[in-house]
């Protein structure tokens, strides 16, 4: 069974820093993996999406790294900025079905002025 | 950017009483999803829905939960008998494309409060 683990599960940064967010996986059989950001009370918003067969994608500040064979996957923000506080989610499919996602925990995000 | 809605935002009711909650997804997709989130734990798959029936649900989405597409655009997940456990944000999520494995929209949710 697919188990998604994300870490840490919260991380302070003042404003300006990079931010890495972590996120492993034990079935490295996945189809894609998601990013996702989660403000407070609110929906998910899709973030990045990253096929099986690449290595990294980019969208703005945002770049998001996959490694199947260790199972792990890399989100970094650069120069991070208060408005990028919020939790980030990670999610695969689950087995073979590639619509149904199973996510992580998440990774609570606080960037400080 | 499309938008999946959900009414409502906040829905709160007794204990044993029905509930629907209502989602808008974005017109000409095939597939459909519920997800529910728990307060402080992660999100999780309840039922996937293609071609107008059920095609994969959860340990979770027992005889309680019931699923339909009213008409072309609604998507409504039903909970016939609440229970205290059933408290949570409710997710409908939906492919950008035709394809299952497409980036994933997600609507606003909403947070079920059972008392």
């Known amino acids: 069974k697919q188990e998604v683990t994300q870490i840490p599960a919260a991380l302070s940064v003042p404003e300006g820093e990079n931010l890495v967010l972590n996120c492993s996986f034990t079935?490295?059989?996945?189809?894609?993996l998601q990013w996702f950001r989660q403000d407070p009370g609110k929906g998910l918003t899709s973030l990045l999406l990253?096929?099986?067969?690449?290595r990294e994608q980019t969208s703005g500040r945002l770049n998001a790294s996959l490694d199947k064979s260790s199972g792990r996957s890399t989100l970094y923000i650069a120069a991070s900025q208060p408005g990028d506080s919020a939790t980030y989610l990670c999610?695969?499919?689950?087995?073979?079905?590639?619509?149904?996602?199973?996510f992580g925990a998440g990774t609570q995000v606080v960037v400080t002025p | 950017e499309p938008e999946v809605t959900q009414t409502p935002s906040h829905q709160v009711t007794q204990m044993g009483q029905e509930v629907i909650l209502r989602c808008v997804p974005i017109?000409?997709?095939?597939?459909f999803y519920w997800y529910r989130q728990i307060l402080g734990q992660k999100v999780e798959f309840l039922v996937s829905?293609?071609?107008?029936?059920?095609?994969?649900k959860s340990e979770i989405f027992d005889d309680q939960f019931s699923v339909e597409r009213p008409d072309g655009s609604n998507f409504t997940l039903k909970i016939r008998s609440t229970k205290l456990e059933d408290s949570a944000m409710y997710f409908c999520?939906?492919?950008?494309?035709?394809?299952?494995?497409?980036?994933?929209?997600f609507g606003p949710g909403t947070r079920l409060t059972v008392l």
């Open positions: 079935d490295s059989a996945i189809y894609n």
């Open positions: 999520a939906s492919p950008r494309g035709a394809r299952s494995t497409d980036t994933q929209y």
């Open positions: 990253i096929q099986s067969s690449q």
């Open positions: 017109s000409n997709h095939l597939y």
């Open positions: 829905f293609y071609n107008n029936e059920i095609s994969e």
């Open positions: 999610a695969v499919p689950q087995g073979d079905s590639w619509g149904k996602l199973q």
